[in-house]
Nanobody, 114 residues
Framework: QVQLVESGGGLAQPGGSLRLSCAAS????????MRWYRQAPGMEREFVAR????????LYADSVKGRFTISRDNAKNTVYLQMNSLRPEDTAVYYC???????WGQGTQVTVSS
């Protein structure tokens, strides 16, 4: 059974940091690129970042470039999103995704507020 389980969300102050994790199981994790998306209240889900199966290639949305870093540990079947210099507009539910098979996690809430 395929599972993607996000964790690490919570409340952060503007300028602060959080590290999200997404633990995968039930498929050949290392063979697939992984993505992070986010959805703010009343907004459409938007792309945040992508990492190739090997971890050698990454891509970011312009809104997070230079502040967020996506990485993965194929030995642990886990993808990460390090979020620095957080802004109130980063507040959203964050989801990890494997696009080929359209696997999604349940999401983790990130709230940036003073």
């Amino acid at each position: 059974q395929v599972q993607l389980v996000e964790s690490g969300g919570g409340l952060a102050q503007p300028g602060g940091s959080l590290r999200l994790s997404c633990a995968a199981s039930g498929f050949a994790f290392r063979l697939f690129a992984m993505r992070w998306y986010r959805q703010a209240p009343g907004m459409e889900r938007e792309f945040v970042a992508r990492i190739s199966g090997s971890g050698g290639s990454t891509l970011y949305a312009d809104s997070v470039k230079g502040r967020f870093t996506i990485s993965r540990d194929n030995a642990k079947n886990t993808v990460y999103l390090q979020m620095n210099s957080l802004r109130p507009e980063d507040t959203a539910v964050y989801y990890c995704n494997e696009a080929v098979n359209n696997y999604w996690g349940q999401g983790t809430q990130v709230t940036v507020s003073s």
